[in-house]
């Protein structure tokens, strides 16, 4: 969706690496969702933020939104080949049940 | 564990030809979405539903319907398929949240369609 940009569109690291995956919105966040995606796979739910400055983290992938809630950034620590993928995010941008995806950022991991 | 399943994972067919995708989930939300997946465009919304019976126009509906007879399964039809309908499609569900705002989705494993 053009109302939420995702960058980069793919990004190769080298195992081990850190990197980081921006979401950024014109308008305000009430809540944004991160997922992963194997190829040709479904979605898997990695977290929800919904206050500003929130910071989330599971394993070795942390995630924050920024105060004024139209920013959120995915990072990830150490990279391993098992973080490659799909990663979306997807907000809620108060229209009802409805999430805004952005395009995605394929990232892959050498060994 | 939410499950949510889709009746194919692969799926070719000829255009012109009716198309049904099935989805089920079996936690008992409310909420169930179609969405398409292509390359560079992320996921765009093409129908919803909030209830049985109930649906709403997503951000894509043309060429599509949908059909929401029970609470647990909510079906994709593409009436007259084309090639350019050949996509990713993604189910997802989701609790209703009293608060409002569309709480968190899960996604079923994907469909494959191709058009010929």
């Known amino acids: 969706s053009q109302e939420l940009e995702q960058s980069p569109q793919s990004l190769i690291v080298q195992e081990g690496k850190n990197l980081t995956i921006n979401c950024t919105s014109s308008?305000?966040?009430?809540?944004l969702y991160w997922y992963k995606q194997k190829y040709g796979e479904g979605l898997i739910f990695l977290m929800m933020l919904q206050k500003g400055g929130e910071e989330k983290s599971h394993e070795k992938i942390t995630a924050k939104l920024d105060e004024k809630k139209q920013q959120s950034s995915l990072h990830i620590t150490a990279s391993q080949p098992s973080h490659a993928g799909i990663y979306l995010c997807g907000a809620d941008m108060e229209y009802g049940n409805k999430l805004v995806f952005g395009a995605g950022t394929i990232l892959r991991v050498k060994s | 564990d939410v499950k949510v399943t889709q009746s194919s994972r692969y799926l070719v067919k000829r255009t012109g030809e009716k198309v049904f995708l099935e989805c089920v989930q079996d936690?008992?939300?409310?909420?169930m979405f179609w969405y398409r997946q292509d390359p560079g465009l992320g996921l765009r919304l093409i129908y919803f539903?909030?209830?049985?019976?109930?649906?709403e126009k997503g951000d894509i509906p043309e060429g599509y319907s949908v059909s929401r007879e029970k609470k647990e399964r909510f079906s994709l039809i593409l009436e007259s398929a084309s090639t350019n309908q050949t996509s990713m499609y993604l189910c997802a569900s989701s609790l209703w949240e009293l608060a409002g705002g569309p709480g968190e989705q899960y996604f079923g494993p994907g469909t494959r369609l191709t058009v010929t």
């Open positions: 539903s909030y209830d049985v019976k109930m649906k």
């Open positions: 936690m008992d939300h409310e909420n």
């Open positions: 308008k305000t966040l009430y809540g």
